[in-house]
Structures are given as C-alpha cells and as structure tokens.
C-alpha cells in the first residue's frame, strides 16, 4: 500500500488512477510503469540520473515535471542479479543444435546417406 501523492489517502500499488481524487499514478497505456511527479515548484531533471550522466533523451529535459526512466541520481544503483544458464549435458546441447538449425542437419543426412551409397557401389 502506498500513498496519492495529491489527497495523500492510502491506496492499492496496482490503481491506475486515485479512487479519491482521480489523479492519475500510472503511466497513460502501461499500467505497470510508475509515473514520477515532481514535487512542488522542481523539476525532476534536477535530481534525476540520466540527466546527470547526459543519457536522458526525455524531450521535456530539463524541465520535466513527470517522466516514467525517473531514477534518483542519490540512490544507489542496484547491481543487476547475474544470469542463471543451467549447464546442458553434450546431447541436450546438439539436441537444440538440431532443433534449430534443421536445414543443416537434413543436408548433413544427405551427404551422409551419398556417401555411403559411393562406398557401397565401388565394393
């Protein structure tokens, strides 16, 4: 549970909208992005990270008052969790292979089943 920041009354972190004020708390068509608001009179460019890296392609920077990549250039950014790869034993591993890339493997058969034709003639 959170707060509106306008009517300051508690509500769910799923509402779209305020059920007591109306604002709107996500962003317009996503409404899994938090909408970020500035507070009072500042912009959110001021304290926002991009901004200060100057990666921020915002087309309202420096003067955004609301923006979905806000990121507080105060706050720690998280270290990303490393990528879980389960270890695949040699025959799942040519198993995919084959699975995805069977063109390969029918030509593969071709010239293998030519091969053993030329060999089986010539004796």
Sequence with gaps: ????????QSISNREITCPHCGMILKA???????LHRAVEQEYLCETC???A?????FPQRPYAKECTLYTD????PLEPEPIYMP????????KLWCQRHPAVVGLLGLFAVSIVFTLLSNS
């Design 49 to 51: 990270l991009y901004h």
């Design 28 to 34: 317009y068509g996503h409404p899994g992005i938090t």
């Design 53 to 57: 890296d100057d990666t921020c392609t």
């Design 87 to 94: 270890r695949r034993s040699l025959l799942q591993a040519a």
């Design 73 to 76: 250039k105060d706050q720690s």
């Design 1 to 8: 549970m959170s707060n509106c920041p306008r009517c300051h």
